[in-house]
């Protein structure tokens, strides 16, 4: 037990001094460097994971359609989707202006 309270607080200490000595010399802060090491999500990346969470876990995947690209075989993906009763997404900007399509 003594052993292992020792392990722990030399761990703590390691860590502690090892962050301080980042930001001293590197001008990092510990903060910064999980940022760095972990960047944010991208804007797409945040659409794509909010279109499957409403979606549902077996929805289909209708692909990313991106700007002046060709949207057929999406179009055709999600309107096949559609006509049997299944979820699908479309996740891409463009996805909001055809989906719109769709339901004319």
């Given at each position: 037990?003594?052993?292992?309270?020792?392990?722990?607080?030399?761990?703590?200490?390691?860590v502690?001094?090892?962050?301080?000595?980042?930001?001293?010399?590197?001008g990092?802060?510990?903060?910064?460097?999980?940022?760095?090491?972990?960047?944010?999500?991208?804007?797409?990346?945040?659409?794509?994971?909010?279109?499957k969470?409403?979606a549902?876990w077996?929805?289909?995947?209708?692909?990313?359609?991106?700007?002046?690209?060709?949207?057929?075989?999406?179009?055709t993906?999600?309107?096949?989707?559609?006509r049997?009763?299944?979820?699908?997404?479309?996740?891409?900007?463009?996805?909001?202006?055809?989906?719109?399509?769709?339901?004319?």
């Amino acid at each position: 037990m003594l052993r292992l309270a020792f392990v722990v607080f030399g761990l703590v200490a390691f860590v502690s001094c090892s962050a301080w000595f980042i930001n001293r010399y590197f001008g990092i802060e510990v903060h910064a460097l999980a940022v760095r090491l972990w960047p944010p999500l991208t804007a797409v990346q945040v659409e794509v994971k909010e279109l499957k969470k409403i979606a549902g876990w077996f929805s289909l995947d209708c692909g990313h359609v991106r700007h002046h690209e060709d949207a057929d075989r999406a179009i055709t993906c999600a309107q096949r989707a559609l006509r049997r009763g299944s979820d699908f997404t479309l996740p891409s900007i463009t996805s909001v202006l055809t989906h719109t399509a769709l339901l004319d």
